[in-house]
């Protein structure tokens, strides 16, 4: 209830597809489509670059619409895609290290890191993890995955390093995170991972259908 009279509290889970566009994916699609496909056709549809770029100026001011296309594949093929896409983003930091990227200085065992960096502002096949380990042959379509206007391994960068707070002095340390969950290394396993998540968010935006308008 609004205010939580219950005898016990329960959570409910809500699927968030109307009954209408229900019926309507049945109708256009098949009677065997379940709301979980649709809301992952939602999801590959987001990433579709034709969708982005025609709507670009709305997606800025309003909630997204979201067309249905014309086909039954085209469907499957967007529903297939947002669900392969949904588990990389879920589940980032399970997936392994890209294999062509290269890994030097690990032998050290120093892991802390202070501000990951380029060797150069347009050198970004490399990253200076630290003082001791270097990240070599990071492909260049790995930048292509953009989150919020900049690309989810800059996000990295970005965010796991060490700051102290103007006002107050307090330091933000990252590798106090990774004492935590007792895994020194966490910091460039995520590095590691979210490359390899950035190449494969790649390929599979690269292989969704064309949307036409």
Known sequence: TLFGNTEKNELVQKDGISDFIFKECKKNYGKNISKEDIFYYVYGLLHSKEYRKSFENDLKKMLPRIPLVDTTEEFWAFSKAGRDLAELHLNYETIP??????????????????KMKFPKKDQKNTILFNSKITIENIPDKAYEYMVNGKSA?????????????????????????????????????????????????????????KLKF
């Open 97 to 114: 290290a890209y294999e062509g990227v290269t890994v030097t200085g690990i032998d050290s065992n120093f892991f802390k890191v202070e």
């Open 153 to 209: 391994i800059e996000w990295i960068i970005d965010r796991y390093q060490i700051t102290q707070h103007k006002d107050s002095g307090i330091i933000n340390d990252p590798n106090d995170w990774a004492d935590e969950v007792g895994n020194p290394r966490y910091i460039l396993d995520l590095l590691l991972s979210i490359i390899n998540v950035s190449v494969q968010t790649v390929d599979i935006v690269n292989g969704l259908p």
